[in-house]
């Protein structure tokens, strides 16, 4: 395309078709430091020095208000160290990232939410080990149990970044006060409010898996969980590598569990009509008839406090707030499931690698959670600098060191399962389709 | 919106019409009848289109509790949603008219460079005697069935990588940065539009009077007067209406668009914009509602201008009489 | 945030950048035809005016000409379309006969995965009902919409409305639908159709969960995109009947029922046989309808949308080529039967 070549050609062609065209179309040079670069705020900034005006391109699903607040996040470091970032984030990233990997054209950096997935780039060979740097950063400042899911035969290739916890019910503080009931601490406890509420002819449940294309993932956080309740991290790893069949009689046993709940009419689907609609109902707005007074208890990860409409209090003693998905069996201790992005390089240039060693940093952790919604399991985040109760608790929770973490399974399945049949299969469960015929035909699915 | 056209002027003269009393009864109740099918398909074609805006005109609340209809009984109106899409909060998005000027951007070049190419091929295809031509026609309709999404990554790594034969760059990577980028989707909407282009076109093309050509031939003009002077005047129509095929195509796509310019508000169209309106976690999906409106207009805008080259004839018959 | 125009004014530069590659490529391609012939023909001119000097048998006229021209004219399309469809066509083939990582040859492996799998003989038989039903009845509807607004003095309102979905994008008509089909289990129908069922004293379904209704309801969706494609393309081809055909039926006192089979119909057959080709293979490569209004789920998907889950999101490249190069099979009847078309038509 040699027309590109000679931009001043057309800039005369331009003028002759009247389209006005100033200096600005020009570039400004490579100096993108700004003028307090070496002031006292950039004094932490210092050992990222060096990379004055390079360019570094991430690629990830967040989008939109969340992705505002990435960028603000990292404004103070691009400003200091004259690193740019160029940020792009797009609903459809599973499925373009490796469009694009495979193309030749992958990003510098990705945020991978599924271990699965880092695992697929690293076995062929896309992803560049970490820096020494980078290295250093991640296991001073990340829990084990989580650089183990950035672990692909033994290279860490995911640095943690961002985290949710899934283990949490949603409810309504002020229902509860004002009709008596109390947050269960037991699934016993859980049941029993179940049938009390369920007599007073509030269905005291809601759910939906309905997510575009990602339709059924709640129904697999309900699955894990009961199974990591039920059997406990043992044979929760061991189902989700696949050392046990999919449909091990535990797990048969884990997901008839849940489906004492999610697929008894008499407690589903507050708001919404009955079981089967749970599959058509938006994930979003499956859990707003909480507020409503129209369900009592909805189990979602934290970041469902997003979808609550503007002006909804959501606190301890507020319109809505959450209480932990409780214990089923106390011998298997206090597990807790969730999830979480991984920064992982296409590239390893060294401005790239000083971004992802940021990305891992002390700065950088407390710099996001200061923008509110936000946590991480990185033990440099300050908790203080975390404002919503919601978020407050989920950090207490991911940096409770007895606690046990266990990472959403359907990430760490190959996609074809933890993305297809797993989803599908729950999508089916739900609208009436016995539980053994559906983790068989998971099993058969999982080569 | 005219569409009387010179051309079925004769056909719309009546005759004195049925002689008898009970022939212009049945012909009246025929008509009757006639009319009355079409309006109740028209009327059931454009109630969910309309049901959509009487939403986009709604509050959030509203449009997730009741039905659009209600709207008729206790009206409620705001402009909330349209301000949303147009003037969205999001700063790292960028503002809707980037995206607007980005599809003008992507759409223009990605018509044009089709419809030339494919009228020369096509021309090519039905008046030029050359061997195998029948098997290169058929070849090329075959081809339409190739699904993009499986292109998707190979016509990537061509721009990416390059071409290179035994050590040989034929091409080098196209390295494109920013605005640049748009030149890929050019290149990968013609690659994908040449099939049906062609094949639409050959079939109005060959079915040109034969003697019309033979006339410029012993006139001694060769292949490319005839193309220019004969055979673009007569294929204008058909080309405006594959225009408008092509238009509506490229405006609505989001994948080719996403892949080979990327999301960003340098180059991603207005599809991508909207797509994300429907906020993080798709739990906005008022929004929608507006977004969908906002982005019908251009399409229809052209399609209303141009609505009177169907009319003219998509296909060859209308030239022959 | 104010809009600043002056950043959008790189965007126009390529845009014009565009154009005039547009106005090169094709400009320059007119020229080189009308120069490179005209300087074979100076050359024939003066060899013919040196052969008859010296008496020497006149040249013959060179036979290639015609290909040549072809060559040139048929260069871009054919460019283009071998990098952009070809080799993936090709490549795809052979990736379905390689494993997910495209590593390994596996042989027909993936393609008896795909007559085994019992979800996927369901994702064929579905496609098979949306290739029969979606061409049929979306023509069957352009034409009929076509004959009774001909020459009616609301025609021009009339076909665009019809018209209007073709201007809406797959996933937008897709939503638009979803809220048609939309079902609330207590309080107010917020769904046209559950509503109209309340009203008529039904009860509430959730329409899109109940199989195989639901495939018939995405059709649906389908139809009325495509109708209005079917409706113009047909609608021209009626307005081109010669008028004195129609006349001298009407003076021998045909009844409308016969005129439109024994005139309208064969005449409008070309156009037919368009519109019913382009609506199979669009009905085969349909993806967006079925990925928006229920990704599949409830024994609703189809050849593309799995094509894409196994190839994008599952990482299996190996089965989603193979389903890809059954599309590919898929289309020859239809090619065979435009190829006997096109030796009629040669014929004839």
Redesign the interface.
Known sequence: ?A??TRPRQ??A??GV?G?A??A??CGTGDDKKSDNAGSAECAAYEKYDGHDGKKVSIYAS???????L??RSWSQFTDCTGIEI???????F???L???V????APDLAFVPQPGLVK?FA??GKLKSLGADTKTMAEQNLPADWLKYGTVNGTLYGVPLGANVKSFVWYSPKLFKEKGWTVPTSWDDMIKLSDTIAATGVKPWCAGIE???A??WPATDWIEDVVLRTQGPEVYDQWTTHAIPFNDPRIVDAVNRAGTILKNEKYM?G????V??I??T????AGLPVTTG?CAMHRQAS?YA??FPEGTKVAEDGDAFAFYFPAIDAAKGKPVLGAGEFVVAYADRPEVQAVQTYLASSEYVNSRAKLGNWVTANNKLDIANVASPIDKLSVQILQDKTGTFRFDGSDLM???VG??TFW?GM??WI?GKDTASVLQ?IESSWK | MTTATPTIAVGTQQTDGPKTTAGRVRKRLNSRTATLISIVIAVVWTIPTFGLFISSLRPEDEIKTTGWWTAFTNPQFTLENYQQVLFGRSSSSGQLASYFINSLAITIPSVLFPLAFASLAAYALAWINFRGRDWAYIAIFALQIVPLQMALVPLLKFFSTGVTVAGITLMPAWDLVDEQKFAQVWFAHTCFALPFAVYLLHNFISQLPGDLMEAARVDGAGHPKIFRTIVLPLITPALAAIGIFQFLWVWNDLLVALIFAGGGDETAPLTVRLAEMAGTRGNEWQRLTAGAFVSIVVPLIVFLSLQRYFVRGLLAGSVKG | MEFDFAEEQPKFLMLMYGLIAFVAVVGGLLLLLDVVPAWFARRRETQLVAASASGAPLPRRPKQREGLFALFFMLPTVLLLTIGLVVPAIRTTLLSLMDKDSNEWVGLANYSWMFSDSSIIRVLTNSLIWVILVPLVATGFGLIYAVLVDKARFEAVAKSLIFLPMAISFVGASIIWKFVYAYRGDGDQIGLLNHIVVSLGGEPKQWLLESPLNTLLLIVIMIWIQAGFAMVVLSAAIKAIPGDIVEAARLDGVSPWQMFWQITMPTIRPALIVVVVTLSIATLKVFDIVRTATNGNYDTSVIANEMYNQAFRYGENGQGSALAVFLFILVIPIVIYQIRNLRQQREG
């Open positions: 395309m027309v590109f057309a800039f062609i331009a078709l389209l065209l100033s600005t179309a967040i989008r939109d208000a969340e992705a505002d990435l960028e160029d940020y792009e984030g797009n609903a459809e599973e499925a373009q490796p469009v694009r495979d193309g030749g054209n697929r076995d062929a997510s575009g294309d339709t059924g689907n708001g919404f009509g009955g089967k609609s599959g058509t938006a994930f979003g707005e129209r970041f997003n979808q190959p996609a074809a993305a297809g599908k999508v089916e609208n035909g």
